[in-house]
């Protein structure tokens, strides 16, 4: 089993949150020859996920993706 670490940084609930990080779970260890999530999602309404491996843990960072980032 693996511990999973979520750190919401965005303007989402807690509850949409988990919602988005189960999201980048289900499509499974994608990047580095399949050893880590995505490294990156942006999702269609500016919510970013970023991903960390840790030896012991997977991090999940949830931030407002800014406007003025994607000119």
Do not use: C, W
Not at 17 to 37: C, D, M, P, Q
């Amino acid at each position: 089993m693996s511990k999973l670490i979520i750190e919401n940084q965005s303007h989402l609930s807690d509850s949409e949150a988990l919602t988005r990080v189960r999201a980048v779970i289900g499509e499974g260890r994608i990047s580095n020859n399949g050893k880590h999530y995505r490294y990156a999602t942006k999702f269609s309404d500016d919510v970013l996920v970023v991903t960390y491996s840790n030896k012991a843990s997977d991090r999940f960072v949830l931030y407002d993706f800014p406007e003025e980032a994607e000119q």
